[in-house]
Every structure is written in C-alpha cells, then in structure tokens.
T-cell receptor, first 115, second 111 residues
Framework: EAGVAQSPRYKIIEKRQSVAFWCNPI?????LYWYQQILGQGPKLLIQFQNNGVVDDSQLPKDRFSAERLKGVDSTLKIQPAKLEDSAVYLC?????????????FGPGTRLTVL | SQQGEEDPQALSIQEGENATMNCSYKTSINNLQWYRQNSGRGLVHLILIRSNEREKHSGRLRVTLDTSKKSSSLLITASRAADTASYFC???????????FGTGTRLKVLA
C-alpha cells in the first residue's frame, strides 16, 4: 500500500512570496489533515477535510493560508504572502474516516524556509 | 497554547534500559495516541488507548492512562539504539474528535 505522498520535500522562498504544497493521501482515505510543525514543537493542526468538505480550519491563518481538496482526493495548501514565522515543516496526514479510533498516516513533510 | 505538555523534554539512556515519558493534557478525550518521529521514517503511529482503558501493551510498549489526572505515560522496555526519536502524545477530544499533539520528548538511546 502506497503511503501519503507530499511534494516538494524542500522549499526556500523570500518573504512576501507565495508557495504551494501538494499532498496525495492513501487511496480510499476520506479524511485529510494539514499540520504545521515548527522546529522543536509538536504538529499543530491547520485544517482537516472530510472528503472535499472542511471539518476544522479554526487554526488556519486565513488571511494568508488557503487549502483545497478538489474531488476529495489530493489537496494543496498555499501560503500567500509568506512571512518569516511560516518557516516550518508542513505535514499532510490521512485517515480512513473521521471516526473516533483512527490512527493517522503521515507523509514525509515539506520543509519550508522563508528568508 | 492548546498543546499538551510532555516531560521530560529530553531523555538520554543506555541501550537495554527502560524509557518512560509522560503526557499531560487539558481537555476531555475520546482516546489518546502515541506517535514516534525520526528523520528516517517521519511520524508513525505507535499505539492508541481509549478513554475507558487504563493500560495497554504492544510489544515493548506499555501505555497507561489516568483520565482523572488527565495524564498518560509511555514506557519503552529494553530500549534499542533504533528507538532514538521524538515521541509525541496526541489527544483526540471528545465530541469533536480533534487531534491535539503534545510538545514531544526527545529520546536518545546510546549504544
């Protein structure tokens, strides 16, 4: 079974530029998550999708971050414009449902450096 | 911050010793999960304990949960160099099923 795919693996941009990350979840997984992990901290949930609908985006900085999951499969996360404090690893995860006892499967992440 | 707290922040032990790390959280939970993160394999799920369970075992892992104290512990027995990683607890809140990760414990196992 193929795991969660993410690209790119690394990205370096200047502040105020825009950037986009892509995620392809495990086949058949209805729930997709985007996390931000700052160095030395645990992952922080940015947005959660159930199929192509948003379940939770309470911690997404909506003035600069956006995400979509068209057709309920792969997803993109965009930052526009980027700030220095956006430097982090962006993790995508998926699970089979939004049910109570599901484990999440994580992709390798995209390491973003904002200069 | 919504994140749970884990302690210790860092732990260094010899191969063969046991490692214990603790997680405290703030909300009412449905279940609590432990994940491991290292550079080679990213974040990987280790074990899940439901809110009505007090203890669970999986191989060399033992997890306990005390909902009255809002705390959990992860014990790794007979540690190996390959256990070197960061370990995170993740709580799944009751009702909303929202995942909240802790701050993590960095474990180093010396050969």
């Amino acid at each position: 079974e193929a795991g969660v795919a993410q690209s790119p693996r690394y990205k370096i941009i200047e502040k105020r530029q825009s950037v986009a990350f892509w995620c392809n979840p495990i086949s058949g997984h209805a729930t997709l998550y985007w996390y931000q992990q700052i160095l030395g901290q645990g992952p922080k949930l940015l947005i959660q999708f159930q199929n192509n609908g948003v379940v939770d985006d309470s911690q997404l900085p909506k003035d600069r971050f956006s995400a979509e999951r068209l057709k309920g499969v792969d997803s993109t996360l965009k930052i526009q414009p980027a700030k220095l404090e956006d430097s982090a690893v962006y993790l995508c995860a998926s699970s089979s449902t939004t049910g109570q006892y599901n484990e999440q499967f994580f992709g390798p992440g995209t390491r973003l450096t904002v200069l | 911050s919504q994140q749970g707290e884990e302690d210790p922040q860092a732990l260094s032990i010899q191969e063969g010793e046991n490692a214990t790390m603790n997680c405290s959280y703030k909300t009412s939970i449905n279940n609590l999960q432990w994940y491991r993160q290292n550079s080679g394999r990213g974040l990987v799920h280790l074990i899940l304990i439901r809110s009505n369970e007090r203890e669970k075992h999986s191989g060399r892992l033992r997890v306990t949960l005390d909902t009255s104290k809002k705390s959990s512990s992860l014990l790794i027995t007979a540690s190996r160099a390959a256990d070197t990683a960061s370990y995170f607890c993740a709580t799944v809140t009751s009702g909303t099923y929202k995942y909240i990760f802790g701050t993590g414990t960095r474990l180093k196992v010396l050969a």
